[in-house]
Structures are given as C-alpha cells and as structure tokens.
DNA sequence: AAATACGACAACCGCATCTTT
DNA sequence: CAAAGATGCGGTTGTCGTATT
C-alpha cells in the first residue's frame, strides 16, 4: 500500500549551496531531467533532499531565471496582481517570465510592502491606511455597526471585516480627509482640480510643503 | 578598526493537495 | 476507496554583505 519511505533526512546537508553541488545538480538535470525529486539526489550524488534539489533547481539554477531587481512595470503587475489574488505567490509569478514566486515574495517583503507603507496604503488591502483621528471622527459619526466593526478589527483586514464595511469604513476616512483639508487650507475640494498648474494645486503643494497636511494625507491626494 | 544593526535574499519547514499503489 | 508518498506553496528563519556607531 502506497509508496515507498520518504527520503531518510540522516546526513542530508543543509544550508547553503556550494557551486560544487550547483554543478553537479545542473549536470544531472541537463543529462537527465528531473523525473523524480526524490530519487534525484542519489542519482545525482548529492547529500541533499529532493526538496531542497527543486527549491534550488527552480529559484537559481534554471536557465530560463531572470535575475537581478524588477523592472517598474514589473513591480507595478506585481501589485495588481497582489491586489486581485493576495499572498498567491505561485499564481502572480505565473504572471512574470523567468521570475519565481520565492523571488517575488522576496521583493514584496522588502520593498514593496514598505513602500506601499510610506504611500500610506495598506499592503494587504490596497486602501488607504487609516489613522487614529480618522478613526476617532467616524466613531464620533457613524452607526453603532460601523463603530462595533471598527472596535473589532483595528487593522482592518478582510479576514475580520466584510468588504461593505471595509469601503464603507475608507469612504468615511476619505470624507473625513477632504474636511480636514478644507479646514486646514481652505480649499473647496468639490471643484478640487489636480492639474499641477493649476492654483489649487499649488496652494496644495505649498502646505505640504510646510507640514500643514502630513505627508500620508498628501500622498492619498 | 571593531562591534552592532539592518537589509536582502537564499533556504528550510510545515501543511495542503495531488498522485500512486 | 483508503493509505501513504510526492509535490508545491506560503510563512518563516538563517546567512551574508553593507552601513552605521
């Protein structure tokens, strides 16, 4: 009844790999393929798992890897494709040619999330961070649901929150930051336009600028 | 120059799903 | 159909190089 035992971890090497073993591994899969992970190392003369051999066949030996920092537009898809199908990294390296989803997740984790951060976007939900004052203001203004909603889940995220309320919740900041602006700097931001000639524009600039309007709110502008 | 902190990326681990017997 | 191994995925950790003190 079924298979044979899973590979024996005794003296299986881990860690980093040596070219040594780079070498060995590309000869064999080029000679060979890979028909079996599990049966590769030994062919191979590895002291390796069968994982571990996948792992470093797919993310850095493979000819076909492309290496070095994503492009812009790469990047760019990477968060739309994140938006659309969250942490599915396989899925969104499907998505980019020669790229892996280990390379990928990579990225995200130290770049992109950070800079979605600094924007004043959430990484997990693609919308607008809310701040404690924002918060306050709804609590202040809205039905009881909403402000039982936002007690339950301070961070907002779609496992605990339903994506009505979520919106209904980012609207309410929205307001709340266009109020803000409209008293800090009096402008009107019905007829609001971003054209950066224009002098609406300018004065916005202007007061951040100065600091009147912190820069999270500046970037959601 | 040495110690420490930090960032980037490679690799591992555990789990879920698929495949084979 | 059930059991067990193989494979793939996502989260996490480890390692190494660089910057800072």
Avoid at 113 to 129: A, F, R, S, V
Avoid at 175 to 180: I, K, L, N, Q, R
Wanted: aromatic share 8%; glycine share 6%; hydrophobic share 35%.
């Amino acid at each position: 009844m079924g298979r044979k035992p899973c590979c024996d971890k005794v003296g299986i090497k881990k860690g980093p790999w040596t070219a040594e073993e780079d070498k060995k591994l590309m000869n064999f899969i080029f000679t060979n393929g890979h028909c079996s992970w599990r049966s590769l190392p030994k062919l191979a003369g590895l002291l390796r798992c069968g994982k571990s051999c996948r792992l470093r066949w797919i993310n850095y030996l493979r000819p076909d890897v492309k290496r070095g920092v994503l492009s812009d537009s790469e990047e760019k898809l990477v968060i739309d494709l994140h938006a659309q199908l969250g942490n599915r990294w396989s899925k969104i390296a499907s998505h980019l040619p020669g790229r892996t989803d280990n390379e990928i997740k990579n990225h995200w984790n130290t770049h992109i999330k950070k800079k979605l951060e600094k924007m004043g976007i959430d990484p997990q939900t693609h919308k607008p961070i809310i701040s404690d004052s924002a918060i306050e203001k709804i609590n202040e203004d809205h039905d009881d649901n909403l402000k039982a909603s936002i007690n339950a889940s301070s961070s907002f995220s779609s496992s605990s929150c339903s994506s009505g309320i979520i919106d209904e919740i980012n609207l309410s900041c929205m307001d709340y930051f266009w109020e803000e602006l409209d008293d800090f700097i009096g402008l009107d931001f019905s007829t609001f336009s971003v054209d950066d000639e224009h002098e609406d524009y300018e004065r916005l600039s202007l007061a951040h600028e100065s600091n009147v309007i912190d820069h999270q709110l500046w970037n959601i502008v």
